[in-house]
């Protein structure tokens, strides 16, 4: 998931591949020209631009508490009462000072996607606390940093059973969506056998029979207490059919397989963790799937690669890898902020003389770097909204044979058209898996692994028809 916008977003909003809200956040990095003081400990103003439903907008300066609510994360939707959110920003800073990106990233991170309240509640939230003296705010790099006041530590331990109710709703893991489907089926299988046990009595007369029911559910109900207390499987006896293990849920059956065949070294791990340290989103793909396309660019022989969307080069470091001494790397990264920590990247993993990278929004980089292809493999994960998009420069910059691949096309099923489309369903998404897997120049395959990758190989004619 990384961040190549078609409009110039602030650096702390991209990689997150869309705009949160309908309100444009001029207070952190693309604050210009007010005649601010940007140091100490201090009071500012937060400016939104407000888009009308014409396209139009209009500058106003918000100092009010607006509805808080949580975005919609492949899970069910968390929702506060008014007025709460000031509670959960001071308990935020509590844990340390944060800009007000961080504060909605640690939101989020902390409730396993549950909750991430949009800036337009968030900004007007913080100036308002600022008003009352709640935090503080200093202006470092051209961010507000905020922490709390003396008072603020006061307020929010007024409300301490409101903050522990939160974080037992929320701060746990969210189940993946594999394990919520095999929830299902369990749960289903129980109704049966409530029915199957309901019918089975009405229709016996026998005493014996009966016995013999209240012995069977018997020893169900203890094989599942032990199931349910220990996690294991009840050894089988010698007369019982010998049966496979417990098997391992989806996501540690990838940890598992990556832990074999996709052994993350120094100048990998290092990426994450410096990315971490320059604020950077934690959405770079699994090593599971850097390693797949290692082995797609290995199997297509690339020697020429396009990444749309950079993050802090952790997938790059992969694709490069699987280049030979004379292959490239072009990939696009629109913050430059972003591109300097995927240089340095490059260099410590010593591919940068391969890789290189290319500042600035993909759709108008993407033009300019027609004449360098075509590309043996291209890889999309960048700003989902743009993704249809992107797949047509794809077409035009690759050849037959060339494999393109864009990454978080399942989402637990949200990117699939035949799906229930849940709300704020992915709509880029879903329209690029429809044009891939109905486009007769390509053929694809949509792989659940991580938050899902579409594969698609660009036939020739021949093969077309």
């Given at each position: ?75 069910r939707r968390e929702r506060i009462e008014r007025g709460m959110l000031r509670y959960l920003l001071l308990d935020a800073l509590h ?371």
């Open positions: 998931m990384h961040g190549n916008f078609n409009n110039h977003e602030s650096s702390e909003h991209s990689k997150h591949g869309k705009q949160r809200g309908w309100h444009h956040h001029v207070e952190e990095s693309e604050y210009r020209g007010h005649g601010r003081d940007h140091g100490g400990w201090g009071r500012h103003r937060h400016e939104e631009f407000e888009h009308s439903e014409h396209g139009e907008g209009r500058h106003h300066t918000s100092w009010n508490l607006v509805e808080e609510e949580g975005h919609r994360r492949g899970g844990h340390g000072p944060k800009h007000g990106y961080e504060i909605i990233k640690w939101l989020e991170e902390q409730t396993y996607g549950r909750y991430a309240p949009s800036p337009g509640t968030v900004y007007p939230t913080l100036q308002l606390l600022e008003d009352q003296g709640l935090l503080l705010a200093q202006r470092v790099d051209e961010k507000s940093i905020y922490r709390l006041s003396e008072s603020g530590e006061k307020d929010l331990d007024s409300r301490a059973d409101f903050i522990r109710d939160f974080w037992e709703r929320n701060g746990h893991p969210i189940p993946s969506p594999a394990m919520q489907l095999e929830a299902e089926f369990v749960y289903e299988d129980l109704q049966d056998l409530q029915r199957t046990v309901a019918k089975g009595i009405r229709m016996t007369k026998d005493p014996q029979s009966l016995l013999s029911f209240r012995q069977a559910l018997e020893r169900c109900k203890n094989e599942i207490r032990h199931v349910l207390t220990s996690g294991a499987v009840p050894l089988q006896t010698s007369q019982e059919k010998p049966q496979r293990g417990p098997q391992l849920p989806p996501r540690e059956l990838e940890a598992a397989i990556a832990r074999l065949f996709a052994v993350e070294d120094e100048a990998l791990r290092q990426t994450t963790i410096r990315a971490k340290e320059q604020g950077l989103p934690s959405i770079q793909i699994a090593p599971l799937q850097g390693k797949l396309l290692q082995v797609l660019a290995r199997a297509s022989q690339a020697r020429k690669i396009l990444e749309i969307g950079a993050l802090a080069g952790y997938s790059g470091i992969w694709l490069a890898r699987a280049l030979p001494e004379d292959g490239r790397l072009i990939t696009l990264e629109i913050d430059i902020t972003h591109a300097e920590v995927v240089r340095e990247s490059f260099r410590l993993a010593q591919v940068d003389d391969r890789a290189e990278v290319r500042v600035g929004p993909a759709l108008e980089t993407l033009p300019q770097i027609a004449a360098e292809g075509p590309f043996d493999l291209i890889f999309i994960d960048a700003d989902k909204g743009g993704y249809p998009q992107y797949l047509e420069w794809a077409l035009k910059l690759a050849r037959p044979g060339s494999i393109i691949v864009a990454d978080n096309c399942v989402l637990g099923g949200d990117g699939l058209e035949d799906v229930h489309k849940p709300v704020n369903s992915p709509t880029g998404i879903r329209a690029y898996n429809q044009r891939v897997s109905h486009d007769k120049a390509l053929c694809s395959i949509a792989l659940p692994i991580g938050s899902g990758m579409t594969v698609a190989v660009v036939l020739n004619k021949e093969e077309q028809e």
